[in-house]
């Protein structure tokens, strides 16, 4: 990924210069943050919501993780990893991905096998890491993707 990466920005950098092809990146990297900021403040909204209605906010969680993981390919500086983070953050294309991760946590806990998740950034000296398990099996419909 590092080499895509690099290639992309050097290409970038021969139409439009140096310079710009910094600026450009910064520019993404702002707007990408102010947009991780108001879709997670709008998904923490609605969790509460589900939360006073009694209900466990299971989609609201889905979108929180890709939300975050979102957040992370921001940070790292390249237009695919941008790409990628700017495409979950548009409701319509997380909500595609969120079904997929949705089934495939369903069908885990479905088989009775821990659902585990592991990811992490490496880069500039800095390790950023989460880890989370679910081991039992009952947490109920995760896969629910009918509300767009």
Not at 55 to 71: D, K, T
Request: hydrophobic share 50%.
């Amino acid at each position: 990924m590092p080499i895509a990466e690099i290639y992309l920005i050097v290409q970038v950098a021969d139409v439009v210069g140096g310079l710009n092809t910094v600026a450009l990146l910064v520019l993404v990297s702002i707007v990408g943050a102010a947009m991780v900021k108001r879709e997670g403040m709008g998904i923490l909204a609605r969790a509460q919501s589900e939360l006073a209605l009694g209900r466990i906010p299971s989609r609201e969680l889905v979108n929180g993780l890709l939300v975050l993981f979102a957040g992370a390919l921001m940070l790292t500086p390249g237009f695919a990893t941008d790409t990628l983070g700017l495409s979950l953050l548009f409701p319509p294309t997380r909500a595609m991905i969120r079904g997929v991760v949705s089934r495939g946590l369903s069908n885990r806990a479905a088989a009775g096998q821990p659902v585990s998740w592991h990811f992490g950034y490496r880069g500039q000296g800095s390790v950023v890491e989460a880890h989370s398990t679910e081991v039992d099996p009952g947490i109920g419909e995760l896969g629910s993707t009918d509300e767009g």
